[in-house]
């Protein structure tokens, strides 16, 4: 079965600064792909940025970018010049394929994460 | 862009009642997710189905129940709701292009249920 470990439960981080929120995970699969998803307390869930098994480059969105090691089995997110809307929780989540042809998310704990004048 | 349409957004109900969630997904996508968060938690893959047909199941509840229709929305049937069922249900949308290659599922706002 496939895991997501998030090991920062809370995070702090100054307006304009830059943050990494953490992601371990652990599978067998040789393809799968990994995303973030940021939760506002509003409670939608926001797609924030992808990154495959098989890409050669760490995925940029923005200010979001995936620092993907992949022989640490690590995709931590990074947020650049942090602004007070980024304060939500930050999921990290791992597709896993089903027999059924589909795939499912397996999702970390979650980050929450403040930002602070 | 269209996004993921869910109602309603908030529904409370008795223990014991039955409750039915919508989801309506991006146009052109042929697979829908359910998804079930508990307060404090991280969301919970319950059914999906592709092309109108249940294609994989997690951990829903016998209680539950789910369908995708001609017009590809699907609708969550839930009954002899229980307190434990209080939770944030989402549904997500996606677009299936194969095993290799990148799918990504668009959550919906979720529909917050509150069972007294």
Redesign the interface.
Known sequence: AQKITQTQPGMFVQEKEAVTLDCTYDTSDQSYGLFWYKQPSSGEMIFLIYQGSYDEQNATEGRYSLNFQKARKSANLVISASQLGDSAMYFCAMRESLTGGGNKLTFGTGTQLKVEL | AAGVIQSPRHLIKEKRETATLKCYPIPRHD?V?W?QQGPGQ??Q?LI?F?EKM???K?SIPDRFSAQQFSDYHSELNMSSLELGDSA?Y?C?S?K?LG??V?????????T?LLVL
């Open positions: 697979t997710y998804y991280d969301p893959f999906s592709y249940q294609s994989d997690g944030l989402f997500a996606s299936r095993p290799l990148r799918e990504t599922q668009y959550f919906g706002p979720g917050r």
